[in-house]
T-cell receptor, first 112, second 119 residues
Framework: DAKTTQPTSMDCAEGRAANLPCNHSTISGNEYVYWYRQIHSQGPQYIIHGLKNNETNEMASLIITEDRKSSTLILPHATLRDTAVYYCIVRVAADSSYKLIFGSGTRLLVRP | DTGVSQDPRHKITKRGQNVTFRCDPISEHNRLYWYRQTLGQGPEFLTYFQNEAQLEKSRLLSDRFSAERPKGSFSTLEIQRTEQGDSAMYLC?????????????????FGNGTRLTVT
């Protein structure tokens, strides 16, 4: 089972920041938080991941709370092309296959 | 880096027929994964290869399903005697060992899947 809780859906206005929350209260100290998104009819696209520190790349920023029980994915200037399902995933440290277990994600709608 | 390639993109078949899908991972990625995704759900793990060895199979992978990765490069997923419940998107992903050997720090990269419709 997925170890994360995300809102089912969110929306934001084009050009504004989109802040997608994720709760992972049972995360272990050596487990990474991964974010993927999936645009209709495409495979999941890797966005970003982190362990403890905040991370930023060309797509997004990942803010992880100090206790690591929650995180927020930030898309700084959302565009219509960011409309997608966003998955927050905790990669289980004890799993030697290193697979990712997906939940249902957050459906983000970016409004014009 | 040309990404993970899957073929075909779409497959329509009649119930009872056999189908085979192919996945070409990113070059030199030693780990390969198959997932299945039905409408409105997140992807579900099916099976995992490290090089040519199939190391894990989900209980979702019934006896009618078989996956191979004969030379540790491309992989095939075959479904025998297809049923309507097999209709889904079949996704392939690959990953490599991360620098320093911490594979939890290495993302999976997904292809765009094969959409199977069983009529």
């Amino acid at each position: 089972d997925a170890k994360t809780t995300q809102p089912t859906s969110m929306d934001c206005a084009e050009g504004r920041a989109a802040n997608l929350p994720c709760n992972h209260s049972t995360i272990s100290g050596n487990e990474y938080v991964y974010w993927y998104r999936q645009i209709h009819s495409q495979g999941p696209q890797y966005i970003i991941h982190g362990l403890k520190n905040n991370e930023t790349n060309e797509m997004a920023s990942l803010i992880i709370t100090e206790d690591r029980k929650s995180s927020t994915l930030i898309l700084p200037h959302a565009t219509l092309r960011d409309t997608a399902v966003y998955y927050c995933i905790v990669r289980v440290a004890a799993d030697s296959s290193y697979k990712l277990i997906f939940g249902s994600g957050t459906r983000l709608l970016v409004r014009p | 880096d040309t990404g993970v390639s899957q073929d075909p993109r779409h497959k329509i078949t009649k119930r009872g027929q056999n189908v085979t899908f192919r996945c070409d991972p990113i070059s030199e990625h030693n780990r390969l994964y198959w997932y299945r995704q039905t409408l409105g759900q997140g992807p579900e793990f099916l099976t995992y290869f490290q090089n040519e060895a199939q190391l894990e199979k989900s209980r979702l992978l019934s006896d009618r399903f078989s996956a191979e990765r004969p030379k540790g490069s491309f992989s095939t997923l075959e479904i025998q005697r297809t049923e309507q419940g097999d209709s889904a998107m079949y996704l392939c992903a690959s990953s490599s060992r991360a620098p320093g050997g911490n594979s939890y720090n290495s993302p999976l990269h997904f292809g765009n899947g094969t959409r199977l419709t069983v009529t």
